[in-house]
């Protein structure tokens, strides 16, 4: 590979985002130490959508390393210990892209 390629490509940055969700439903119950009723609302993520509808995760940084990207991920996403098994954690269905990925344009 020439210099100026290897260059190049150390330039590309790394964006942390998430695809679209659908609101599937909403349901009121439960009780909170406010005294208020809480409302819980199910959403379908949508992980096939074109990537150019996925969001930039709001106040992230474009990463300069994919390895820090990812490893913001794995900090949010863990593993729930209590309650119902699965995984937790608002950047669990984040990827990184990187910020010259030509899925990203507009059609």
Known sequence: MKPRHAAALALVGWYLMTPPTQLVKCERGGWNPGLFDSLTCINRVESQAPLREWKRVPDSQEFEYKTDCERAISN?????????????????????????DPRLKEK
């Open 76 to 100: 949010d996403c863990h593993w729930e210990a209590d309650g119902v098994p699965g995984f937790v954690g608002e950047l669990c269905n984040a990827e990184c892209i990187a910020a010259d």
